[in-house]
């Protein structure tokens, strides 16, 4: 617990689970006020989380998203983070990708940012202030096969980053993204469930990151938190990995990499 935010407002997407969740607890341990916005009202995800509201949203459609900034600002009065955490993944090869496909990732995980943003930053400058922190991906500068549309939206989140930290700056606000590597939510648990061995794929992915092991939720959204507050107050226009330096380790054929693996996998 702290006071780092306290008296701030606070919009997460996506916020009922995963990542999204652990930003929106950790960001209310800091004193914020938020308001989480999700496909369902989950109200009974309510239990237990002080200074979270849930209300109901869909960052595709702008009527909703009009909708759900009118009912926090009429709640809370002001907006002065806006976390753009909501995102969808496809798990398919170039020719199995349909053009539906495409549209949906593209309208989720990076229109979506797109139509927050331009939704929250009148009221951010009618304050003169804020941050806008996008949980982009390592799959914007890295790609795991069959994500060719999903790390395209994710670069496109690093580009719509650059772009909203030029433009915004001369009004006091900040914009900043996260890029996270392999975290342990639904969205990846499903991926992991796929194969038979469970317990291989999970000491082989923790054996990707030099620190030995994937990530959990609260691990992002301490970085949020970070770019989020004054203590990151001249930090803007960054894409931060979040990934146990997963995307700093060249890779080496497996037989020379056993020494280090090995090493990795030491109690
Ligand atoms: P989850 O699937 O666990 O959670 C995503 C949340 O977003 C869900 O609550 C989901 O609602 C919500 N959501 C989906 N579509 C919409 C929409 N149209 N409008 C509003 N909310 C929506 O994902 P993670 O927590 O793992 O991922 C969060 C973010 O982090 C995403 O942007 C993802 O791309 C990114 N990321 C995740 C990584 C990981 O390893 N987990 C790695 C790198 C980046 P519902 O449950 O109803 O579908």
Request: proline residues 4%; hydrophobic residues 40%; charged residues 25%.
């Given at each position: 617990?702290?006071?780092?935010?306290?008296?701030?407002v606070?919009?997460?997407?996506?916020?009922?689970?995963?990542?999204?969740?652990?930003?929106?607890?950790?960001?209310?341990?800091?004193?914020?006020?938020?308001?989480v916005?999700?496909?369902?009202?989950?109200?009974?995800?309510?239990?237990?989380?002080?200074g979270?509201?849930?209300?109901?949203?869909?960052?595709?459609?702008?009527v909703?998203?009009?909708?759900?900034?009118?009912?926090?600002?009429?709640?809370?009065?002001?907006?002065?983070?806006?976390?753009?955490?909501?995102?969808?993944?496809i798990?398919?090869?170039?020719?199995?990708?349909?053009?539906e496909?495409?549209?949906?990732?593209?309208?989720?995980?990076?229109?979506?940012?797109?139509l927050?943003?331009?939704?929250?930053?009148?009221?951010?400058?009618?304050?003169?202030?804020?941050?806008?922190?996008?949980?982009?991906?390592?799959?914007?500068?890295?790609?795991?096969?069959?994500h060719?549309?999903?790390?395209?939206?994710?670069?496109?989140?690093?580009?719509?980053?650059?772009?909203?930290?030029?433009?915004?700056?001369?009004?006091?606000?900040?914009?900043?993204?996260?890029?996270?590597?392999?975290?342990?939510?639904?969205?990846?648990?499903?991926?992991?469930?796929?194969?038979p061995?469970?317990?291989l794929?999970?000491?082989?992915?923790?054996?990707?990151?030099?620190v030995?092991?994937?990530?959990?939720p609260?691990?992002?959204?301490?970085?949020?938190?970070?770019?989020?507050?004054?203590?990151?107050?001249?930090?803007?226009?960054e894409?931060i990995?979040v990934?146990?330096?997963?995307?700093?380790?060249?890779?080496?054929?497996?037989?020379?990499?056993?020494?280090?693996?090995?090493?990795?996998?030491?109690?």
């Amino acid at each position: 617990m702290g006071n780092r935010l306290s008296g701030k407002v606070a919009i997460v997407t996506g916020g009922n689970r995963g990542i999204g969740r652990a930003i929106a607890e950790r960001l209310a341990d800091e004193g914020a006020l938020v308001a989480v916005g999700d496909l369902r009202d989950d109200r009974s995800a309510d239990c237990g989380a002080e200074g979270l509201t849930f209300m109901s949203l869909d960052v595709t459609k702008e009527v909703s998203i009009r909708t759900f900034i009118d009912e926090v600002l009429q709640k809370f009065g002001r907006i002065d983070v806006l976390v753009n955490n909501a995102g969808i993944v496809i798990h398919k090869c170039i020719d199995e990708q349909t053009a539906e496909d495409w549209d949906r990732l593209m309208a989720v995980n990076l229109r979506g940012p797109f139509l927050m943003a331009k939704h929250v930053v009148p009221e951010m400058r009618r304050i003169g202030l804020g941050t806008i922190v996008n949980i982009g991906s390592v799959e914007g500068y890295m790609v795991n096969p069959w994500h060719t549309a999903y790390a395209a939206t994710k670069s496109g989140v690093h580009g719509l980053t650059l772009g909203l930290a030029v433009d915004l700056g001369p009004d006091g606000i900040r914009c900043n993204t996260v890029c996270p590597g392999w975290i342990d939510t639904e969205l990846n648990r499903a991926y992991v469930e796929m194969h038979p061995d469970r317990s291989l794929i999970e000491r082989e992915l923790g054996q990707l990151h030099p620190v030995g092991r994937i990530g959990a939720p609260k691990e992002i959204a301490n970085a949020v938190v970070w770019l989020a507050s004054e203590d990151s107050s001249f930090v803007s226009g960054e894409m931060i990995s979040v990934d146990g330096a997963r995307t700093k380790k060249i890779s080496l054929p497996a037989i020379l990499d056993e020494e280090y693996r090995a090493k990795l996998t030491k109690p």
